[in-house]
């Protein structure tokens, strides 16, 4: 794409790159709901975990047997494998409304539910054992994950464990080194928030004035000639909920609620004209509140969606480009993981799940989830080379290294609405930086 | 008694293939019978089957079907009594050694819960999770007419 160039000579073409989109595993078409309900992705992630952690066994403890909770013996010292609970005081019940004690239930929830007393418990199939030592904190760990505990059971009917295997990162497909000879960029931005208060559309038309060129810099507009790909990670609307009342809704009334989707298609117009651009659903954005969720509709963007360079997506999203695989949310299941385990940073989160090997271990217990039956999509198979986290709170980005050479950039990407910026990352060696936007009036 | 004890043995036998609803005709055989032995030679494999067809009673229909019947009010009190012991034991309808074989696999936990799938979807599961479930049971599953949802269907 040759862009306008008025006095230099020299003009600037967008660089290209291979594309491929990997969403269909969070797709929920062939899905049908029967009834089921949650033990079945559980089960399907058991089973495929526990087989895993069954081959990484003999390697971490060879001469210690493994067996199923049920056939705990006291004083054994033995391998279980199973998904653990978090026993959690605070955490918000359903029943806690019928309670008969009715007592004071504070107006403020607390934002993060955890408290001293909560307990960890590892259940499969056969059974489920409390457990106890200070091998595993409970801060760390969500409901959810699955791991393999080496420990002994005692006489309380405890078990008592003494160490913790993660699955840990999973295999990568190798990158070829320098395979690149010139810098390219996916922009990585997220938390638009059109159509709330905090939101600037002169910043928004500022970022997108970058991506596509509109600038009159020279050494910017070289910049934007090197990105090749822009993802925006959830959070592109904001809705004025006030509308919704559950009431008719007035014809005056209605074309307001629509307002912000028609400003972020215009918007998105301008961008996907220029360059591929990929749009993830997030919390806030008028796609299924259930994880995975499903891209949003064609029909709300009427304007972009006969490009083809433009992409709605799913959330979580995966994606190939130039063989570095992306993987990436909008947030939800770090934001769950806060509520429910601490760390020093966000990227702490990040990491876990990584090594985990499970994007979101809190669904279905407190992240809306859809009920597979067969499989549990979640499960992070390949380690992408670039993992990023829509709608945090601050940027930040950590380079991980995994036992088996593997190599992740872990991205927190800020919302943009609040902070203008928005973070590059360089396809050549994996490196990232921000780029932020400001107006002062 | 001895004759309605042979009732019973008779109806345990049925199978579910056999059973073909209301209308049946008796055979040839049991027009010379006394009315004392109705009940026993008319036992034959159709009309126990109209009464015990999944699990609903239909002496209404057998009473009106079997014209030829020289039906006393005993027999007819023996034939219902017969019939609401058989009632108690809904499962026992059609229930034969492959459904006992297709329960076993539902119960089985090493191929997951069995709750909210059909036996079809849960057996393919396992088999794409490696668990290596046995051929018999999706041989009966595809090809002959068994119950495809899993015991608990519906009642849990």
Redesign the interface.
Known sequence: MASMEIDSEKTHERKQSDYTCLDERFEIQKEMY????Y??IY??RL??MR?LLYSLAPSWKPHLPVCKVLGLEEGKECIIVGTLFKHMKLKPCVLDEYSKERSVTPLVKPRNFMHPDDSLILED??GRVKLGGSALSPAVYVTGVVVALHGKETSAGEFVVEDVLEAGLPPQLERPLDHLKEDKYVLLVSGLSIGSNSSNPLLFQLLVDHITGHVADDEELGLAAQIVHVVIAGNSVEFPRKLLTGQNMASKDQSTLYEPIKELDIMLNQIAAGVSVDIMPGLNDPANFALPQQPLNRCLFPGSAPYNTFRSCTNPHSFDVDNIRFLGTSGQNIDDLDKYSEAESKLDFVERTLRWRHLAPTAPNTLGCYPF??RDPFLIETCPHVYFVGNQDKYDNRLVKGSEGQLVRLICIPKFCETGVAVAVNLRNLECHTRSFNIQL | MATTAKNMKGFYKQTKSNITGGISKSKPSSRKVSPKHAATQGSDATQPAALISHGSLDVKGTLLLRKDYNFSFSIVMCLISNALVLMEFNDCNGYDEKEEMLRQFDMN?AY??C????RV?RW??AL????NPPNEIERLLKTEKVQQDCLWQGRV
């Open positions: 029967r009834g089921q309900q033990s079945q089960f399907a089973h495929l087989t199939e056969s039956t067969d | 936990m997951g819960p709750v909210g799938m059909t979807d393919e599961r794409r999770l490696g668990m």
